[in-house]
T-cell receptor, first 115, second 114 residues
Framework: GAGVSQSPSNKVTEKGKDVELRCDPI?????LYWYRQSLGQGLEFLIY????????KSGLPSDRFSAERTGGSVSTLTIQRTQQEDSAVYLC?????????????FGQGTRLTVV | GENVEQHPSTLSVQEGDSAVIKCTYS??????FPWYKQELGKGPQLIID?????GEKKDQRIAVTLNKTAKHFSLHITETQPEDSAVYFC?????????????FGKGTKLSVKP
């Protein structure tokens, strides 16, 4: 596709259930980022992938959060035993990272609501 | 790790006035500084970026300045228009090798009054 695609666009889940959020980056982009944005708040960094490896997992808020990326393309963010405080918009971005730095393109996000 | 501070959190200007948003960063090795604009219900979009080998960059009504010594950079919007109303985010990154994480400030909500 032409841009970063995230699915689902909206997800309502019951507290305690597991959820999987998917990100399809722009083809050929080696870098992939996950962020969390609570209502009216900034972009909280969660995890960054370079290819299939994750050099920086420092933003994952707890061991209930995990992410993987396979084939240097699609990434999945998994939240286990969801809590109400996990409710937020989860944004994914990708970039054709070079030594000079290049634009990161964002998807539209997945709005997660834990009830 | 990198920490980016952004001020102000909200900014209200009259149409035609200028708006300035300032950011500081902590990692002296950061070398790429993009600015993003986020409209309601959408993902952030890049509006301008600057690399550490440049002190200033301009694109029509938007300009960004970088002071590496002081570790701060600023966004300047001149002749503001109502469609400039949005949330603006600064970010810092250390590109090269296995680096490249992109850390954002907390955002500035800009309101341009007609």
């Amino acid at each position: 596709g032409a841009g970063v695609s995230q699915s689902p666009s909206n997800k309502v889940t019951e507290k305690g259930k597991d959820v999987e959020l998917r990100c399809d980056p722009i083809s050929g982009h080696t870098a992939l980022y996950w962020y969390r944005q609570s209502l009216g708040q900034g972009l909280e960094f969660l995890i960054y992938f370079q290819g299939n490896s994750a050099p920086d997992k420092s933003g994952l808020p707890s061991d209930r959060f995990s992410a993987e990326r396979t084939g240097g393309s699609v990434s999945t963010l998994t939240i286990q035993r969801t809590q109400q405080e996990d409710s937020a918009v989860y944004l994914c971005a990708s970039s054709a990272q070079t030594a000079l730095g290049t634009e990161a393109f964002f998807g539209q996000g997945t709005r997660l609501t834990v009830v | 790790g990198e920490n980016v501070e952004q001020h102000p959190s909200t900014l209200s200007v009259q149409e035609g006035d200028s708006a300035v948003i300032k950011c500081t960063y902590s990692d002296s090795a950061s070398n790429y500084f993009p600015w993003y604009k986020q409209e309601l219900g959408k993902g952030p979009q890049l509006i301008i970026d600057i690399r550490s080998n440049v002190g200033e960059k301009k694109d029509q009504r938007i300009a960004v300045t970088l002071n590496k010594t002081a570790k701060h950079f600023s966004l300047h919007i001149t002749e503001t228009q109502p469609e400039d109303s949005a949330v603006y985010f600064c970010a810092a990154s250390r590109y090269g090798g296995s680096q490249g994480n992109l850390i954002f400030g907390k955002g500035t909500k800009l309101s341009v009054k007609p």
